[in-house]
């Protein structure tokens, strides 16, 4: 990968025979061991290894969930309650797979926040960023549709709200979704090709994800300062310092999510979906799971059908905009004192979307769903446009080396002073 | 029109390939295509099970909202009362979201029932019946509010609760799925 030469020697002559017909070994190699590592990472650097654990956790657990579900109207709920009751550990396996959604989110969002408070998608890597954005779509698409299948009330009226967005779009916006639902209403055909799909995704995700970390490894990781590697002190090889810090994380991550697996399994999930589907009668109070909550908010906030639509969309695609209206050339949040203030007010915002989405749409929640809509919005479109050419940012560091002398952030002052001369640092 | 700038190199056999090549890929790339989005589509089986469905209005009283279902589609067939049917007659028309007047949302001379699709035109949730500012109809998922002609007066739904094509077979019995093409005969009869 990149133009770093691989370090890596066969030493058998079986390897060498291998590595000079498929150079797998090298390359692993070079991304995953000799790798250069900025040396003042914090465990917020820890979260893309943790979402590649949860992608794995998600697809071995869907796997063999699919092994006992049935994708059809009238037997999809028996067959999860079968799982349920049944099949030999089923309910470890569905409680894993349902809450591994919920982390998998978790994990996802600190994973976005950590990039926005650290500038981590600007130049060079905006393609990283969007890459990033995209998975962040797919990964909305396959928990929506596994959402649906357990074919209770919030599974079908939450596919129904969802597919009757597609009715918003002008003239084929009813083609378009008689296309999705194959069939006048939400029903079998739909809840089939939901399963299709919902099974299709996470390898078009995994996909993404092996073009993620490709561009992270062209571009290199962002770090606490902004301040890119500039000499081989600023860096520790991937192997160990990294592999072994993004282990102890996810171990620590999974027993968090075995917390939730163990004692409060359904806590994230509704009461109404384990009530069969039923297409005459609508929950009283119909939400999203947790994670989709601040969308649902904004596109409640809007009293009209299509600018409901058409926002909600937007505060994604906004997402894939953020290189280029974020005009500071200052990386780090932490030497950006005026950004600093507005990221944490941004943070606020989109928690406070989140719990008026799971209000009912009246009165005062709209109101504040409203405000909070719009700031939504001017925080991307107007104050970081504009911030980059009122802030005064405070001095960077010369080098990540520097801060980690100063006794600053990154925790790496007791490293072996010879690990810090070990890596090849490309340009 | 046949000539062109003498710097052009003349076309060769490969450029004739490839552009030849080309077409008859996009041609066939679409053509692979129609299956593929036309399989997305209501089958026939789907199709077929859309026959129209007959509603006996017998048991249905003043003021009682009935669900059926046609086309897997849910349907209100509601039994409105005198004060319902004033209620949705005095309304200035130009006034609406989406201008219609009772008239046109229900069968000559059979005022009293409103036939309408039972799902909120915004996102789909049914609404609840005899609830709201209106008493016609509330949806509880993002507040629509419809009146007693099940026409859109506040809230995000763009347009009114669809009418389906339905039909008076006799005073008591409505088919839901064929539109009346009898409507001068029973006038008539």
């Not at chain 1, 550990?89 to 926005?116: C, D, E, P, Q, T």
Request: proline share 7%.
């Amino acid at each position: 990968m990149s133009q770093h030469a691989t370090t890596y020697v066969p030493k058998s002559a079986a390897a060498k025979w291998f590595e000079s017909r498929l150079p797998i070994a090298g390359l692993v190699h070079s991304s995953f061991v000799a790798f250069p590592v900025p040396r003042n990472l914090t465990y917020f650097w820890t979260f893309g290894a943790i979402l590649i654990f949860m992608l794995g956790a998600q697809i071995v657990t869907g796997v063999w969930l699919a092994m006992h579900y049935v994708p059809e109207a009238t037997r999809a709920f028996e067959s999860v309650e079968h799982i349920m009751r049944d099949v030999n550990y089923g309910w470890l396996l569905r409680y894993l797979h349902a809450n591994g959604a919920s982390m998998f989110f978790i994990a996802v969002y600190i994973h976005i926040f950590r990039g926005m408070y650290y500038g981590s998608y600007k130049a060079p890597r905006e393609i990283l960023w969007i890459l990033g954005v995209i998975i962040f779509l797919l990964m909305m698409a396959t928990a929506f549709m596994g959402y649906v299948l357990p074919w209770g009330q919030m599974s079908f009226w939450g596919a129904t709200v969802i597919t009757n967005l597609f009715s918003a779009i002008p003239l084929v916006g009813d083609t378009i979704v008689s296309l999705l639902w194959g069939g006048y209403s939400v029903g079998s055909p739909t809840l089939n090709r939901f399963f299709a799909l919902h099974y299709l995704l996470p390898f078009m995700i995994a996909g993404v994800v092996v073009l993620h970390v490709w561009a992270l490894h062209v571009v290199g990781q962002n770090n606490p300062t902004g301040v890119p590697i500039k000499s081989g002190k600023d860096a520790v090889p991937f192997t160990p310092y990294a592999t072994i810090k993004d282990l102890f994380a996810t171990i620590v991550f999974v027993m968090f999510f075995a917390w939730w697996v163990f004692f409060v399994p359904n806590y994230l999930g509704h009461a109404d979906n384990y009530i069969p589907a039923n297409p005459a009668v609508t929950p009283a109070h119909i939400v999203p799971e947790w994670y989709f909550l601040p969308f649902y908010a904004i596109l409640r906030a809007i009293p009209d059908k299509l600018g409901g639509v058409l926002a909600m969309g937007g505060a994604i695609v906004v997402l894939a905009f953020l290189p280029w209206l974020d005009t500071s050339r200052v990386r780090s949040a932490n030497y950006r004192p005026l950004y600093r203030q507005f990221f944490w007010a941004f943070c606020v915002v989109c928690v406070l979307l989140g719990w008026l989405g799971a209000k009912p749409a009246e009165g005062g929640y709209v109101i504040a769903s409203r405000i909070c809509t719009a700031w939504y919005f001017i925080h991307f479109l107007v104050v970081l446009p504009l911030l980059g050419l009122f802030e005064t940012p405070k001095p960077l560091p010369s080098s990540i080396l520097e801060t980690v002398h100063a006794g600053r952030k990154g925790g790496g002052a007791g490293l072996p002073v010879g690990a810090a001369a070990e890596p090849s640092i490309k340009g | 029109m046949a000539t062109t700038a003498t710097a052009a190199p003349p076309a060769t056999r490969r450029d004739f390939l490839l552009i030849a090549t080309g077409a008859v890929g996009a041609v066939g790339a679409a053509a692979v295509a129609w299956p593929f989005v036309a399989a997305l589509a209501p089958d026939a089986q789907t199709v077929a099970a859309g026959a129209p469905v007959e509603v006996d209005l017998g048991p249905i009283a003043a003021g009682q909202i009935v669900k059926v279902f046609w086309r897997g589609k849910l349907i209100f067939v509601r039994h409105r009362t005198d004060a319902e049917i004033k209620a949705a007659e005095d309304v200035n028309v130009a006034t609406l979201p989406d201008p219609q007047p009772d008239s046109a949302r229900v069968k000559q001379g059979h005022a009293n029932f409103l036939v309408v699709y039972g799902n909120c035109t915004h996102l789909g949730c049914v609404p609840l019946g005899n609830e709201g500012a209106f008493k016609g109809w509330f949806c509880p998922c993002h507040g629509s509010v419809f009146d007693t002609s099940g026409r859109i007066r506040q809230g995000p739904a763009p347009i009114n609760l669809p009418v389906p094509p339905y039909t008076f077979v006799s005073d008591t019995k409505i088919r839901i799925g064929e539109e009346s093409k009898t409507a001068t005969k029973t006038a008539a009869a």
